[in-house]
C-alpha cells in the first residue's frame, strides 16, 4: 500500500467544536476551501456533542447545547467544507501539512493556514482516592449524559468549582440519578460576586436558576466552600469525605463529612488544551486566569507562527459562545490572510464579530473566577498522593526529582517519567508544572512539557496499514 | 591571574559529564558549563540502544569497553541508568540484506565483536517474538540497553558527589585565551580555567569557531518514536541489516522505535519536525520484524541530533596548536561507545598514556587549520583508510 496522496486546501481546521466549526464556516463562505478535522463521528464538540449513530434522547427534548449542536452540524453539511470525522490528527509537519488516521484509513491535508481549535481538558488536583474506579471528571460527566444518556453513577457527589458544579448535579437528577451533595471550592460570596456577570447572557443565567432550582427541589445539601479530603473504597469509590477550605483552597480545619456513594465526578477547573501551538513551538505565555499556558496571538487568533491561528478554550478559557466568535475571528482572518476578503469586507465582518465578543466577556470571567486555579490545593496534596496516574508517580517522587536538579518540567520527566504515559501529560501537567513552580519560583520558570505529536495516541495498526516489505522506503545503510 | 579551575569542560552531555567526572575524581579542581540541563540533547533523548551490530568498525573495540562500562554504570556513576544487558539481532529479510549482514557481521567479527550469523529458527530461538520472513540473522550476546533519559539524573548526582562546579542553564558565549589557560565567557562573569574541553556534540563547530578553527560537523536529526505500555512482545535488541532500525521493549512495557530515520532540523533550531513518511517507514520496519508491536499505540515521536565528522569518526584528543585544550565528541553510535572514549580523553589530560589510541581532529581541520598543529598527524591504525571504508557493499 503506497502512502497516501497529500489533498491540498487553502485552510485546515482541527478541532469541530463551536469554535473550530464557525471558523471552518467563516472562512469557507468567504471562499475558502476548508478541510475541518476532529476525531469525533460528528462536529460539535464536547459542548455540543452529538450522540452517536442509533441513540436519541429519550424524552425527545433538545436543551439549548443539544440546539445548537444541531444547528451546527446541520450548517456544515449545508457549507462548502469538507467534513472528516473519526479521524485523529498524528502529525503536523511542513507549513501545514497534517496526517490523519482513522479506522477508515489514513489521509494527509495540505494547506497553507491552520487553525487550532482543540478545546480543553479538565485539571483536576489530585486527592487520596482520585484514581478509584467510580471517580470521573465534571466535564466527563457531562460527556457520559450528552452521548450515551448514561448518569455516573446511582449515587453521586459532584465536587470542584464552577458553572459545570450545577449543570452536571441539574443532569444527574433529570436523568434520573441521585445527587448525594455538592461540594463546591466557592463561597456564596463567590457565586454573589459573580452573578452580574453571568447575568450578563440572560439565557445561560435562566439556564443555570433552573439547574439550582432541580437541585434544591431534590434536596441535595450544598456544602460551600469545601472540598474533596479523600475517596475511599475497596475496588471502587464507596465514600467521599469533605472538609471546609479558605479561599485559596486551603483546609481551615473545620467539621468532615462523609457521604456514602457509588460515584464522584470532581472537577477544578479547565486547561486549554494548546497542544498545537506547543507542536509547532508558537509562542506561549502563562496566564492563571486563562487556564494556564496559552498562545501568544492577536485579536483575530493569529500566533506568532506564520499561517497558524488559535481559538476557542484551546487558545484561552471562556466557554462555548466565546469560543464560537473567536473561531469566526480566526476563519475571517485566514481568508483575509489568504486574500479571499477585501479590507474593507474584512472589516465590516470582524466588527461586528468583534462586537459580540466583548459582550460575553463579562460573563466569562465570571465563570473563569469561579473556576481558578486554588494554590494551596497543589501546595497541600499529600506526599503519597498520586499525581501522574498513568505512570503511577506520587509527590514524594516528584519531590525527589526536583531535590535530584529537576528545574523545568522536562527535565522531571526525564528524572521520574512523569507524563510519559498515555494521556501524554494531559491529566497531570498543570499540578506538576504547579509543583516544580514551587521550587523554581514561577510557572515560567517551571515551563511547559514540549509539544510531541501524535496529537493523540494513536494504533499502530491504523497509522501503518496493511503493506509490503518492499513498500518500506529503507534509506541507504550507514557506514561500515 | 591563576586559573580558578584545573578544568573547564563545555557540555554537559556524556562525553563532557564522563570527562569531568573522572578528572575531578583524580583531583583535578572542574567546572562544567552547560546551557541547558545536563544529558538533555543527544545524551538523554537517543534511543539508548548499546549494541555492537550498529557500531562502526573501527569502534568496536572501544564499543565493547564501553558496554562493559554501560553494564557496571552503578559501580562506577552510582546509577544503573536502566540498563539491560541481552541479545542483540540484526535481521535480513531480502537475498541482498542477507549478503550485507554477513559481510559487516564477519568485518565487525574481526575487530573483536562476538556476533555469527544464524538460521531464522535460530533466531526464532533466541527472540520468539521475530518475523516469520527473518532470512537469517546476525546474533550479538554483546548487546542491551540503557534508559536514554535517566543519564542526566545519574550524572548529575556523580558529579556532584564528586565536586564538580557544575552551571547548568549557563551558556557559553566564547573563549579566550590567557596568559596560564583560558578565559570561559559566560552571561555573568568569565571563569578562568587552566585546561579545556570542547564537548558540544553538535555544536562542536561552533564551539571550534572560537579558536578560528573549522571543523565541519554534520548534523542529522534522528527520530524516535515509543509505543504505550503493551504486553510483552520481545526480548531482544532487534536491528535491520542496514542499520536502520533499533528496536526494543523496555521492562515497564513501552517499546522504542529507532534507526537513524531522519526529520527536519538543524544546530541552530535543534529537531524542529518530524516526517510523517519517515515515521511510518521506520514503524513498518518494526512491525515487519516485530508483528505483535502492531497491537501497541504510538505514544510519542520525538527527534534528536547526532553528530557526525566528514569520515563519520571521533572528534575526541587535543585541539591542534591549542596547548591545553581538547576535543570529545561527534562519536558514531556516540551514546554506547561515549563514556569510554571520554574517560580515554580523561586519562589524556590527567597525563595517563591511554590504553587505546584518541581520535586527533588534525584529519578533519582545513589545510592552513591543521597547519597550527604542534603534533604529527595522526598515526593511529584504523584511521589510515578511513575514507576507503566501504559505506555500504
Redesign the interface.
Known sequence: MA?PLVLPFDLVVIGAGPAGGAAALAASEAGLRVVLIDESAAPGGQVYRAMPAGLSHSDGALGPDERAGQALREAIAASSVTWKGGARV??I??RY?I?TASTAGCE?FEAPRLVAATGAHERIVPFPGWTLPGVIGLAGATILMKSQGMVPGRRTLVAGCGPLLAAVAAKIIAGGGEVAAIVDLSSRADWLKALPGLASRPALLKQGINWFLAIGMARVPVLFRHTIVRAEGENAVASVTASPVDGNGRLSGGPERTFEVDSLAVGHGLVPGAEIPRLL?SKLAFSAASGGWIPVRDTFGRCSVEGLYAAGDGAEIAGALPAAITGRLAGLAAARDSGALDSARFEILSEVTLAAFRKTLAFSGAARDLMRPRPAMIEDIAPDTVVCRCEDIRRSEIEA?IA??A??V??L???S?CG???C?GRMCGDTVAGLVALHAGSREAAGYW?G???LR?????M??GE?D?S?????????? | MKPAYDLGIVGGGVHGATVALFCARAGLKTVLFERGSLCREASGVNAGTLTMQMTRVALIPYALQAHAMWASAREWLGHDVGVVVCDGLSLAFTEREAELLTFRAGKRREAGAPISIISPSEAMAVEPGLSEKVLCAGHCKVDGYANAYLTGLAFRRALLEAGVDLREQTPVSGISREEQGFGVATAQETVPVKRLVLAGGVWLEDMMAWFGLHLPIKVLINQLAVTERIRPVMRTVVGIASGLLSLKQYPHGTVVIGGGWQGVGDRKRGGVELLPENLVGNMRLACHAIPALKEARLARAWAGLEAETRDALPAAGPIPGIPDAYICGSVHSGYTSGPYIAKLLADRILEREPIDPLFPIDRLLAPQDAAQATRPLSTHPELAGADETPHSL
Open positions: 502512502l498524528w502529525s509537519s511542513g501539512r496526517d494527509s513551538r526529582a535530584a536538579g528545574s523545568e522536562n527535565q520527566k526525564h528524572f517519567r510519559m504515559g498515555p501524554q514540549t510531541r505529536p501524535p495516541p494513536v494504533p499502530l495498526s497509522l501503518l503493506f516489505y513498500d518500506i522506503p529503507v534509506p541507504e545503510p550507514a557506514p561500515l
